[in-house]
Every structure is written in C-alpha cells, then in structure tokens.
C-alpha cells in the first residue's frame, strides 16, 4: 500500500513537469519564433556595381538562415544598369514589388532601407591627353626610326572617354585609301575584357616634309625650262598637288604648257617635252633589221617629239608610214 502511494505520488510529479514544459513552449514570445523564421534585406543609400545588369546581391546585404532563399534572392535582376559613371534611382516600393513579381512569399522576408536607393556603375575614364599620346605612338610607328622629315603638328580629341571597368584594350586605325599627312581622321576603338565597347576619332595634323621643284620666275607658255629656271625647295607635301615633280631633271629640256607664275610647284602635267619635228619638215625614214638597212626622204605630216609615232609621207612611193620620231632628221619604222 505504501509502494502504491509512492508510485501515483511519482506519476503526478512527472505530469506536473510536462505540462510546465509544454506552457512554457507555447507562451514564448511569438517575435523571437518569427524572427528565426524571416530573412531580412538591408540596403544602404548608395552603391556601386561593376555589371551590366543590377542583381539583388549587388545591392542589399542579408540576413537569415534560409541558405536557399538568400540564394535565390540574390540573383533577382532589379533592372539594366546605368552607363559607366552615371546612377540609377529605385525605391523601396519598387523593390518590393520585383519581389513579388519573382513569386517571393513576402511573409518571410524583411526589408529595412532609406526611401531611395541610388545605383552607380563602376568606371575608367580615359583623358583626351592619353588619347593623343596613343594617336602620337601609333603615327610615330608608321615612320621609319631616322625619319628626319615627318612631323606631327597637332591632334584633336574631342572628349574623355569614359568606360566600364575591366581589361581595357584599343586598336588604332587610319584611312588605307590616303597617307599620313595633312589632316589625318584616326580611330580608336576601345574594348572592355575583349568586347569592342566605344569608338572615338581623333583629327591628327601631320607635316611631311619632301624636295619639290618649284620656278624661280615667271615662266611663259612653250617656254622651254633651262636649270636656272628652277629650284628645289623643302615643302609640306600635304600642300602640294600629288604630281609635282621632285627631281629637277625630269623638267630641265621639257617645255611649259602654259604661263607658270614664280615660285610655283611644277606639275608633271604642266611640262612637256618640245616637238623635235613640224608638219612640214624633211626627215630621213629608216627601215632596217640585222642585215639590211634602208634609208629614203620623207615629209612629216604631224607634229611629234621623241619617241611619238607619226605620220610620215615617202617621198619616192608617196605612201604614208607610221614612223617614230628618233631626231629632228630622222624617223624610224618598222620592218
């Protein structure tokens, strides 16, 4: 009887205890089982971000044990992100509600911030003297080492460039259809990690210096050009016309076209060589090969210089040939 009574007296101390357990389960405050149970989003005023595009990541920090969840947060797309060195402005509201959109349980989640939040893409900016000193290298490279005779007046840029970050690399380029003188348009185009990102032109004054021949005086049509007719000046060929001649003996013999004032450049087409026979004139006609040479009076019927074919008429046979000047006496033809 008495081992009864110690028994029931046992069981209902152990009921007792369980029921205090279980009260004081349930009676914890229902905050701190909630807060265990939620991620909290913070996010500051501003923030810089290097990509194209705005993760949730990139501009909130977390809070939570819900590994997956912050995951999965983490990479929601808020939206493209500014060009390198501008911000982009979101509020709260709108955040929330790219949440929502992304079918997140707002119930578990807590998000604490200003009222703005204000975004800026991560930036190199590029000045227009490193831009010249770019343009000034690629030119130099483009000339032999000793050349004495180039010269590279100016170069305009017309802005600082500005780009995102990462492996900044540029190729330069000039027109292939001119060459480098006078005023020169460059490009550059900048990449970014291997992704051609901006082009910019640059405007380069280049002088090249190079023998030009050029009258001494004023010289009269047909007049023929004699070595104290002429000069030979040092000029920016970038200022002359592209057939001037630079070896005085390709005019010494030759003969203007027309008038040609003094301290002109001459042009290969502004000369030419006088007409060594007239219509009208007495030639010897030649025909002859290895073994045999024939030799008979002719009358010229056009005029010609040098080395030019014209009409020749045979005196004995009266037929006209087609010869080539050799003199002002002789002509040649085939035979």
Same mark, same amino acid.
């Given at each position: 009887?008495?081992?009864?009574?110690?028994?029931?007296?046992? $069981?209902?101390?152990?009921?007792?205890?369980?029921? /205090?357990? #279980? =009260?004081? /389960? /349930?009676?914890?405050?229902?905050?701190?089982?909630?807060?265990?149970?939620?991620?909290? $989003?913070?996010? @500051?005023?501003?923030?810089?971000?290097?990509?194209?595009? &705005? #993760?949730?990541?990139?501009?909130?920090?977390?809070?939570?044990?819900?590994?997956?969840?912050?995951?999965?947060?983490?990479?929601?797309?808020?939206? %493209?992100?500014?060009?390198?060195?501008?911000?982009? +402005?979101?509020? =709260?509201?709108?955040?929330?509600?790219? #949440?929502? +959109?992304?079918?997140?349980?707002?119930?578990?989640?807590?998000?604490?911030?200003?009222?703005?939040?204000?975004? @800026?893409?991560?930036?190199?900016?590029?000045?227009?003297?490193?831009?010249?000193?770019?343009?000034?290298?690629?030119? =130099?490279?483009?000339?032999?080492?000793?050349? +004495?005779?180039?010269?590279?007046?100016?170069?305009?840029?017309?802005?600082?460039?500005?780009?995102?970050?990462?492996?900044?690399?540029?190729?330069?380029?000039?027109?292939?259809?001119? *060459?480098?003188?006078?005023?020169?348009?460059?490009?550059?185009?900048?990449?970014?990690?291997?992704?051609?990102?901006?082009?910019?032109?640059? @405007?380069?004054? &280049?002088?090249?210096?190079?023998?030009?021949?050029?009258?001494?005086?004023?010289?009269?049509?047909?007049?023929?050009?004699?070595?104290?007719?002429?000069?030979? +000046?040092? =000029?920016?060929?970038?200022?002359?016309?592209?057939?001037?001649?630079?070896?005085?003996?390709?005019?010494?013999? %030759?003969?203007?076209? %027309?008038?040609?004032?003094? *301290?002109?450049? $001459?042009?290969?087409?502004?000369?030419? $060589?006088?007409?060594?026979?007239?219509?009208?004139?007495?030639? @010897?006609?030649?025909?002859?090969?290895?073994?045999?040479?024939?030799?008979?009076?002719?009358?010229?019927?056009?005029?010609?210089? %040098?080395?030019?074919?014209?009409?020749?008429?045979?005196?004995?046979?009266?037929?006209?040939?087609?010869?080539?000047?050799?003199?002002?006496?002789?002509?040649?033809?085939?035979?």
């Amino acid at each position: 009887m008495n081992l009864l009574n110690i028994n029931t007296q046992s $069981l209902k101390w152990l009921c007792a205890g369980l029921m /205090f357990l #279980l =009260l004081a /389960f /349930f009676c914890m405050p229902l905050t701190d089982a909630w807060a265990n149970q939620t991620t909290t $989003l913070r996010f @500051t005023e501003r923030v810089e971000i290097d990509g194209a595009e &705005i #993760l949730l990541g990139q501009i909130a920090n977390f809070e939570g044990d819900d590994v997956h969840l912050i995951q999965q947060l983490k990479n929601i797309m808020i939206g %493209k992100a500014p060009l390198p060195g501008e911000s982009r +402005q979101f509020d =709260l509201k709108f955040l929330l509600k790219r #949440l929502q +959109q992304h079918h997140v349980d707002m119930a578990t989640v807590v998000v604490d911030g200003p009222p703005k939040i204000y975004v @800026t893409r991560s930036h190199v900016e590029i000045q227009k003297q490193e831009i010249e000193k770019i343009v000034s290298d690629f030119i =130099l490279r483009q000339v032999p080492g000793n050349n +004495q005779t180039m010269r590279i007046k100016d170069i305009r840029v017309m802005n600082d460039v500005v780009l995102p970050k990462g492996r900044i690399t540029y190729k330069v380029s000039a027109p292939r259809s001119r *060459q480098l003188m006078g005023r020169c348009p460059i490009a550059i185009d900048f990449s970014v990690n291997g992704n051609s990102h901006k082009k910019v032109w640059a @405007t380069a004054m &280049i002088e090249v210096l190079g023998p030009v021949v050029v009258t001494r005086k004023p010289l009269g049509r047909y007049k023929p050009i004699a070595a104290d007719d002429i000069e030979v +000046q040092m =000029l920016d060929l970038a200022n002359v016309p592209a057939n001037v001649l630079c070896d005085p003996d390709a005019a010494i013999g %030759k003969r203007t076209k %027309k008038a040609i004032g003094a *301290q002109t450049p $001459l042009r290969a087409n502004s000369v030419e $060589l006088p007409p060594l026979v007239k219509r009208g004139d007495l030639v @010897t006609i030649i025909a002859e090969s290895q073994s045999l040479k024939i030799t008979t009076l002719g009358q010229v019927k056009k005029k010609g210089r %040098k080395g030019e074919r014209i009409p020749v008429i045979n005196l004995d046979s009266k037929k006209i040939l087609h010869a080539v000047v050799v003199d002002t006496n002789t002509v040649k033809v085939d035979f």
